[in-house]
């Protein structure tokens, strides 16, 4: 599906066909697993024209791979972008973003409420590397103009953030940025494009977890980085250097996942709106941060940059001990880091995400030692309450 045939169809239909023809030679329907290294060349005369990139064709699975290339149309269909890349995980599409787009000595203004590995990759190897980094507080974006400097190339958000779920406000970033000649990037692996198309606030880049809600089922990894086709071209270039492929095998499990990405999506948000609500108003629950509650501080901008609030919801009980209690009470609900799961998850961000944060950067990023985050799955939203209740009541007992 072209760029310009996907504007011409609805949200599921190009889940449902972006990217997904009946293949060229058997005619199968599901797009067949493409698990081959090579591809092999009719004569000289073609290798020698692949090899040079004057031939479209398949060369290497590094370099490229039918199976991968669907997912990349379907996942572009469904952002509205023009162009995407995508990777073996979600750290790898990170890794390549910046890689592709900032050189050492160069300057990066990064949010201080982002997961826990891209804060390490960024404060860690890439600072080894040369690269320069700021963290701010994204959500004023005063911050982020007072921290671009002449050197800077790019700023990299995530909203909502991951566990904290602070927002950040695309346009005016997007806006303060271009002004200075600097490429914004979101991490969008919480909203999903379901929720929210940061690319049509005039944001550069958008980037993903595809292991979360485009997966949908917790059985891969992946990751994929969206938007315009000459701003991936070094970004391309980066992944089939280090390799950070994503195996044809798990092109076609996260191409089974977006298929259903609209249906599913719209039911974590429903699910999640109701635990919210019914955690705020429990009397052991001390703090619940969800962008669909009027409590959420910046739910005025959710509503008008998101068209749904998504599946994940942070809170907090009174300390650590009360949020190890009711993590060990649980039942139904999975003690385990990821999200976007059809299952219901549970983790302890202080504990687990984001324990390589020092104590006075989990501060600063909103990260109590009380905190719980949940990934509302797409479970009976009573049992998950039923759930979450009786977890409660054993503390109260
Ligand atoms: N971005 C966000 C918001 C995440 O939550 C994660 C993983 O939890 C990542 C990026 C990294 O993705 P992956 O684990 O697929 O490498």
Not at 38 to 67: C, D, K, M, W
Not at 321 to 347: E, F, P, Y
């Amino acid at each position: 599906m072209s760029h310009d045939a996907a504007s011409r169809y609805g949200e599921s239909t190009r889940a449902i066909h972006g990217g997904q023809e009946p293949d060229a030679a058997a005619g199968a329907v599901a797009t067949p697993i493409y698990q081959t290294a090579s591809f092999a060349y009719a004569n000289v005369e073609q290798a020698i024209a692949r090899s040079a990139h004057l031939e479209e064709g398949y060369n290497y699975t590094r370099l490229g791979n039918p199976t991968i290339t669907a997912l990349e149309e379907k996942l572009a269909a469904l952002e509205g972008a023009e162009a995407c890349v995508v990777f073996g995980t979600g750290m790898g599409a990170a890794s390549a973003l910046v890689m592709g787009l900032c050189g050492a000595g160069e300057h990066l203004v990064c949010a201080n409420s982002i997961y826990g590995a891209t804060q390490g990759l960024l404060a860690g190897p890439m600072q080894r590397w040369g690269l320069q980094v700021t963290f701010v507080d994204a959500r004023e974006p005063s911050q982020v103009a007072r921290a671009i400097r002449e050197d800077t190339r790019l700023v990299l958000v995530e909203s909502p953030s991951n566990p904290v779920l602070r927002l950040v406000d695309f346009e005016a970033i997007a806006q303060l940025a271009h002004d200075r000649g600097v490429l914004v990037a979101v991490d969008n692996t919480f909203a999903t494009s379901v929720n929210q198309r940061p690319l049509q606030h005039g944001i550069d880049l958008v980037m993903y977890s595809a292991t979360k809600y485009i997966s949908g089922h917790g059985d891969t990894l992946g990751g994929a980085v969206l938007g315009r086709a000459e701003l991936l071209r070094e970004i391309r270039t980066v992944e089939v250097l280090v390799g950070a492929t994503l195996s044809p095998f798990n092109a076609f499990l996260l191409l089974r996942g977006a298929q259903t990405l609209p249906l599913r999506v719209e039911r974590h948000n429903r699910n999640a709106q109701a635990v919210a609500a019914w955690l705020e108003d429990h009397p052991l629950v001390q703090r619940v941060t969800y962008p669909g509650l009027p409590s959420h501080p910046q739910h005025a901008l959710a509503r008008t940059q998101m068209r749904g609030f998504g599946g994940m919801i942070a809170f907090e009980m009174a300390d650590d001990t009360q949020a190890r209690a009711l993590a060990n009470a649980v039942r139904l609900c999975t003690l385990a880091v990821s999200l976007g799961d059809v299952k219901t998850l549970l983790s302890l961000p202080a504990h687990m995400s984001h324990r390589f944060l020092s104590p006075s950067e989990r501060r600063e990023a909103g990260i109590t030692p009380g905190m719980l985050r949940l990934s509302v799955g797409l479970e009976d939203v009573d049992d998950i309450i039923a759930d979450l209740s009786q977890a409660l009541a054993q503390m109260e007992a």
